[in-house]
C-alpha cells in the first residue's frame, strides 16, 4: 500500500494561515452580526415607543415598525417582511437571550448557533430560567457545530423547564403553513408544514391512489369518475399538460410510464384544484350575491365638508354610512359628481375598475407595486395612487397592485407614492428617501439595447 503523499511545509504554513484568517474573518462577522441585532433592536424601541398606550398586536400598534421595515427593506433592497421578522429576532436576541448575543458579539458562536439557542429556549418564559439554560447550553455551542447543538440545546431546554409532548406539539402546530419555492426550469416547491397524523395520512391516501391509477393504467381500463392525471380527468387519463402526466408520443413507441412519485404529484395537484374544501366552503345565500349600486354623492359630500343624503338609484336618499358599506362589498358601483346648487350632473366616474383595466393592470404589475415585494396580483388590492376622495381617476395611469400590507402602509403611515410615466411608482419615504419602482413587464418587454440604455430602478 502506497503511503499518502506528505504535505509540503511551505504548503502547509500557507494553509494554516488560510485557517487562521478565516477564523478571525469569522469572528469579526459574528460581531458585525451583533452590532446589527443591536442597531435593529435599538430602531424598533425606539419606533414601538411611538405608538404609545396602543394595544400591542393592534394596527395602531404595529403601524410604526411596519413603516421602519419598509424603509429598511427599500434602502437594502429587500422583502420589508423579511426586514420586520429579523428586527422581532433581534429584540428577542439582545432582550432575552443576553448571554448569546454576548457570545455573538465576542465571536466565541456564530449566526447558526444563536439561531439554535432561541429555538430550543423560545418556551421559556422566566428570565432566571433562561440564565441557567444560556449558561447550561453556551459552553457546550462554542466547541460543537450548531448541527450537534441542537437536540443538545432541546435537552437542556428541558431540563430547565420541562414542557409536556402536549405543549411543544401545540407549539409545533402554531407553526403549520404552506409555502412556495421557486425552482429552475419552471417548476415550483409547495411545501406544507402539518402535523404529523395529517401529513402522513395524506401521503398515505397519495400512495393508495396512485397505486389504483397504476394497475388501471397497466391494465389499460379506463375508471370513471376518479380525478388524476389532470384537473377534471378519470383515474387512468394519461394526457395532463397542467400536472405534467405522461402523453403518448408520436409513432409506434410505447407510452412512459409515470413513476410513483410523479402519479403523487399529479393526484395532488388534481385535489387541490379541483376538490372542494369540506370544512372551508365560500360564502352560500345572501352572502354570494353581489350587487351593481349607483351612488349619487354631492361633491361637498364628496369631499367631507358636507354631511348630505347619498341617492340610491331605485329608491331614493340614504345615509351616507349604509352607501359606503353598499359600495364596499359591490364588485362595482359609478360615481356621480353633481353641483350643490343647481344639482347638474359634473362628472360619471366609476370607482371601482372594469375588467379590461383589471386586466391589463394585472400583466402590467404582475406584483405588489412596493418595492421588493412580491405578493402576485391575485393577492393585492387596486389602488388609486392619487386617492379616489380627493379627485383620483380610475384609470390605468393612477391604479396598481398594492399587497393589503402596504395599500394600509401607503394610506396611514408618512410614506406616499407618485405614478409616473409608463407606471413607474416613486415611492417617498418617511425619512424624504425615494425609490422608484418600475412595472416588471417593462423589463421582460423591454429589448436588450433599451434595457442597457436605461439606467437602474435605484
Same mark, same amino acid.
Given at each position: ?10 504548503? $502547509? ?28 433592536? #435599538?430602531?424598533? +424601541? ?5 405608538? /404609545? ?14 413603516? *421602519? ?12 417582511? !423579511? ?8 429584540? +428577542? ?57 441542537? @437536540? ?9 423547564? @420541562? !414542557? !409536556?409532548?402536549?405543549? %411543544? ?6 407553526? %403549520? ?24 395520512? &395524506? ?16 391494465? /389499460? ?11 377534471? #380527468? ?15 408520443? @408520436? ?20 385535489? *387541490? *384544484?379541483?376538490?372542494? @374544501? ?13 350587487? #351593481? ?10 369631499? /367631507? ?32 359628481? +353633481? ?21 391589463? *393592470? ?31 381617476? #380610475?384609470?390605468? &395611469?393612477?391604479?396598481?397592485?398594492? &399587497? ?11 410614506? &406616499? ?11 417617498? !419615504? ?16 423591454? $429589448?436588450?439595447? $433599451? ?8
Amino acid at each position: 500500500m502506497s503511503k499518502p503523499p506528505v504535505i509540503a511545509p511551505v504548503a $502547509s504554513a500557507t494553509v494554516d494561515a488560510i485557517v487562521a484568517d478565516v477564523v478571525a474573518l469569522r469572528r469579526s462577522m459574528a460581531a458585525l452580526q451583533a452590532r446589527e441585532a443591536r442597531l435593529l433592536a #435599538t430602531a424598533f +424601541t425606539a419606533v414601538r415607543a411611538e405608538a /404609545g398606550g396602543a394595544r400591542p398586536g393592534s394596527v395602531e400598534a404595529e403601524l410604526p415598525v411596519r413603516s *421602519l421595515a419598509a424603509e429598511l427593506g427599500a434602502a437594502l433592497r429587500v422583502s420589508d417582511r !423579511s426586514v420586520q421578522r429579523q428586527l422581532g429576532e433581534a429584540v +428577542t436576541l439582545t432582550e432575552r437571550f443576553p448571554a448569546t448575543f454576548a457570545a455573538l458579539a465576542a465571536g466565541r458562536v456564530s449566526r447558526a448557533h444563536v439561531a439554535v439557542i432561541m429555538d430550543a429556549g423560545a418556551h421559556l418564559t422566566d428570565p432566571e430560567a433562561r440564565a441557567v439554560f444560556e449558561a447550561a447550553v453556551l459552553p457546550y455551542a462554542e466547541a460543537e457545530s450548531a448541527s450537534r447543538l441542537k @437536540p443538545v440545546a432541546r435537552v437542556r431546554a428541558e431540563k430547565v423547564v @420541562p !414542557s !409536556s409532548l402536549q405543549e %411543544r406539539h401545540d407549539r409545533a402546530r402554531a407553526r %403549520r403553513g404552506v409555502r412556495v419555492n421557486d425552482l429552475d426550469d419552471g417548476m415550483s416547491e409547495l411545501t406544507a408544514v402539518l402535523p404529523a397524523v395529517l401529513a402522513h395520512g &395524506c401521503y398515505d391516501r397519495l400512495t393508495r391512489m396512485a397505486h389504483e391509477v397504476r394497475a388501471v393504467e397497466r391494465d /389499460g381500463q379506463a375508471v370513471a369518475g376518479g380525478a388524476t392525471g389532470g384537473s377534471g #380527468t378519470n383515474l387512468a387519463a394519461d394526457a395532463a399538460p397542467l400536472t405534467g402526466a405522461a402523453t403518448d408520443p @408520436p409513432g409506434d413507441a410505447a407510452p412512459t410510464a409515470r413513476s410513483m412519485d410523479e402519479l403523487r404529484a399529479d393526484i395532488l395537484a388534481d385535489l *387541490l *384544484l379541483t376538490g372542494a @374544501p369540506e370544512a372551508h366552503d365560500g360564502p352560500t345565500g345572501l352572502a354570494a350575491i353581489h350587487a #351593481t349600486v349607483e351612488v349619487t354623492v354631492p361633491v361637498l359630500t364628496l369631499l /367631507g365638508q358636507d354631511a348630505g343624503p347619498v341617492d340610491l338609484a331605485g329608491y331614493g336618499p340614504i345615509d351616507p354610512a349604509t352607501a359606503r358599506h353598499l359600495a364596499g362589498h359591490a364588485p362595482g358601483w359609478d360615481r356621480i359628481l +353633481t353641483h350643490p346648487v343647481t344639482g347638474a350632473v359634473l362628472a360619471v366616474d366609476r370607482y371601482r375598475p372594469s375588467e379590461q383595466i383589471r386586466r391589463a *393592470l394585472r400583466v402590467r404589475d404582475r406584483h405588489c407595486r412596493f418595492p421588493g415585494c412580491r405578493q402576485p396580483t391575485w393577492r393585492c388590492d387596486i389602488d388609486h395612487t392619487h386617492d379616489a376622495a380627493h379627485g383620483g381617476k #380610475t384609470r390605468i &395611469c393612477n391604479l396598481a397592485h398594492l &399587497c393589503r400590507r402596504h395599500h394600509i402602509l401607503k394610506h396611514h403611515t408618512a410614506w &406616499c407614492v407618485t405614478q409616473l410615466a409608463d407606471g413607474v411608482l416613486q415611492w417617498t !419615504s418617511p425619512t424624504g428617501r425615494i425609490y422608484r419602482d418600475v412595472p416588471v413587464s417593462s423589463v421582460a418587454f423591454s $429589448s436588450v439595447d $433599451s434595457l442597457d440604455r436605461d439606467p437602474p430602478p435605484f
